[in-house]
């Protein structure tokens, strides 16, 4: 994950919101998207973006794309004990014959 | 109703033995993949087959060996278990390599090697 960076940690209280950052190397990147893990499951799709769009909002996410800056963002309103997980970002390459490429993920801690 | 289901969800064996690991999926995908997830979470591709075709090794011992029966299983071969083999093994799916063709995760399968 070392062309897709993200912090490690994120700290936040109950009913704050989450932005959860990540930034990228590539200008062949086609789509980005966020995925959910938690304890001891699988990775869940949470939502994507192409490349050619600024935002996109579904319900409490709202993904923020600056292409100019290589920057995606996670944005979780009302943030809740339930969010509590391992958020990967992951971009898809089209010079790499379309491979994902995955941040470390930050895992998301919820304070009471 | 599992998209992507992995077998067994837990493995503990010995340094030396041989196990595998199966993989499912009912999504109708053409593409599968193996991933390995190490203690500090960081996510490393191993295989990847689209229609029982290898098409991306990386850089993996050949004690592991994926083995594709057809397009909705693949399943992984390990040998010679080692130490540094105890990692969380996912496999994938997705519709081929399409630009927006997100992955669909198993839940996993946590091999600890004693």
């Known amino acids: 994950g070392e062309d897709v960076e993200q912090s490690l940690f994120l700290s936040v209280r109950e009913g704050d919101s989450s932005v959860i950052n990540c930034t990228y190397t590539?200008?062949?990147?086609?789509?980005l998207y966020w995925y959910k893990q938690e304890p001891g499951a699988g990775l869940q799709l949470l939502t994507y973006?192409?490349?050619n769009m600024d935002m996109k909002q579904d319900q409490r996410l709202t993904v923020l794309l600056n292409k100019k800056d290589k920057h995606l963002s996670l944005r979780i309103a009302d943030t809740q004990t339930g969010d509590s997980a391992i958020y990967f970002c992951?971009?898809?390459?089209?010079?790499?014959?379309?491979?994902?490429?995955w941040g470390a993920g930050t895992k998301l801690i919820i304070k009471p | 109703d599992t998209a992507v289901s992995q077998t067994p969800k837990y493995l503990v064996t010995q340094m030396g033995n041989d196990k595998s690991i199966k993989c499912e999926q009912n999504?109708?995908?053409?593409?599968m993949y193996w991933y390995k997830q190490d203690s500090k979470k960081f996510l490393k591709i191993m295989f990847s087959?689209?229609?029982?075709?290898?098409?991306i090794n990386e850089t993996v011992p050949n004690r592991f060996s994926p083995k594709s029966p057809d397009k909705a299983h693949l399943n992984l071969h390990i040998n010679s278990l080692e130490l540094g083999d105890s990692a969380v093994y996912f496999c994938?799916?997705?519709?081929?390599?399409?630009?927006?063709?997100?992955?669909?995760f198993g839940n996993g399968t946590r091999l600890t090697v004693t």
């Open positions: 999504l109708g995908h053409d593409t």
């Open positions: 973006i192409f490349s």
């Open positions: 994938a799916s997705s519709q081929g390599q399409v630009h927006n063709s997100p992955l669909h």
């Open positions: 087959y689209n229609n029982k075709e290898l098409i």
């Open positions: 992951a971009e898809r390459r089209a010079d790499s014959n379309y491979q994902l490429i």
């Open positions: 590539d200008s062949s990147s086609t789509y």
